[in-house]
């Protein structure tokens, strides 16, 4: 590594990647080494944006390059699998934004090349480190809410527009910020999954995947546990705002995330209902990047705001990055693993796969 505990970090792919640029800058235990992205033009203006020197346009020179000692790959869904299996085959600790790939066969292999490796791999799921989570999570901890009796999530998106290999995607193969609070929360692997389809897409959307569904809706049974959860899944031709949400409901008090964007949550108290303002919980970051957990604040004057769209996805983006440089720094394996991500994954697979079966069940391999 760069020096004794800091960790020379390669950003791949510049959309949505950019936005983890400047908290790899200030991060104490980062240094924020390389990005690499195919298009010149856009990598130099990032590069001269960030002051970043080391610049690539091909992945292969990347993990050539013998300084660099992770890569933070953000690129399109089906780049994810080889270049992750690629990193660690390379001797590169590796973290991956969702999904870890789109088969089982694919999420085993990245498990094999971790462990054949012994590099970590870290599956950047964003849910389970935004502030509701982590606020649900440390009420749950505190034992206040009880024991859990079921958990629901849902993530719901209008994807008409964007690149062509979202076209007719089958909803669960993209459903981790569903799946991973349901799961995470109680610390349990999903054992088993049933799944229906419901309603139609476009016709001209569905020949890519041979995927017809609108609407995907799964109940999983957790490992080792009396506890089940639904997750419900939409691409396409589906009236709803964007939302991505789990409910936890207890013994003591459960917990209803917003239906509305910029709604408070809900906790209920028996059956008394309480609004609460989730905190951003910034305190669990070292001071140099806890700014970013808050929307907006990612830069200090325009030619970097260009770049970046504010600390989305419930200001998770700082927690992520701390948490896969942490683990490399203590030499243990990241949350979530490799093998925790591959469950996370193949429950949306599975589903898809039960869902096509008419609502077969479906288990889990096991790794």
Not at 78 to 87: C, F, L, V
Not at 92 to 112: F, L, N, W, Y
Not at 129 to 157: D, N, P, T
Not at 315 to 331: K, N, R, T, Y
Request: with cysteine; aromatic share 8%; net charge negative.
């Amino acid at each position: 590594m760069a020096g004794k505990d800091k960790v020379r970090v390669a950003i791949i792919g510049l959309g949505f990647g950019a936005e983890f640029i400047p908290i790899y800058q200030n991060h104490p235990h980062a240094e924020m080494y390389a990005i690499c992205q195919r298009n010149k033009e856009k990598l130099n203006q990032i590069g001269d944006a960030f002051d970043i020197p080391k610049r690539y346009a091909n992945y292969a020179d990347v993990l050539n390059d013998p300084d660099v000692d992770a890569v933070h790959i953000n690129t399109p869904i089906p780049d994810h699998a080889p270049q992750s299996i690629a990193g660690l085959k390379a001797g590169k600790h590796v973290a991956s934004t969702v999904p870890m790939g789109t088969t089982v066969d694919e999420c085993r292999q990245i498990v094999e090349a971790q462990r054949a490796s012994g590099r970590n791999y870290m599956m950047m799921e964003t849910v389970v480190y935004s502030r509701e989570f982590l606020f649900v999570k440390e009420l749950y901890e505190s034992g206040k809410m009880g024991r859990i009796q079921f958990l629901r999530g849902a993530h719901q998106q209008e994807m008409a527009g964007w690149p062509g290999y979202w076209e007719g995607l089958p909803p669960m193969w993209y459903a981790t910020h569903c799946v991973s609070p349901c799961l995470h929360l109680p610390n349990k692997l999903a054992d088993s999954v049933v799944c229906h389809g419901s309603g139609r897409i476009d016709e001209k959307l569905i020949g890519k995947y041979g995927s017809p569904f609108a609407i995907e809706t799964a109940t999983i049974k957790l490992r080792d546990s009396d506890l089940a959860a639904e997750v419900t899944r939409s691409l396409f031709n589906t009236a709803r705002q964007y939302v991505e949400s789990f409910d936890v409901y207890c013994e003591k008090i459960s917990f209803e995330w917003t239906r509305i964007e910029h709604e408070q949550c809900v906790l209920h108290h028996g059956e008394k209902p309480e609004r609460v303002t989730v905190p951003d919980y910034a305190k669990l970051l070292p001071e140099p990047i806890r700014r970013f957990t808050t929307k907006g604040v990612y830069g200090d004057d325009e030619q970097h705001l260009s770049f970046i769209q504010g600390s989305g996805h419930g200001g998770s983006h700082p927690h992520l990055a701390h948490e896969f440089l942490m683990s490399i720094v203590d030499q243990r394996p990241p949350r979530p693993d490799a093998v925790t991500s591959a469950n996370w994954t193949m429950t949306g697979i599975c589903a898809h796969q039960s869902a096509m079966d008419g609502g077969k069940r479906v288990d889990l391999p096991r790794f």
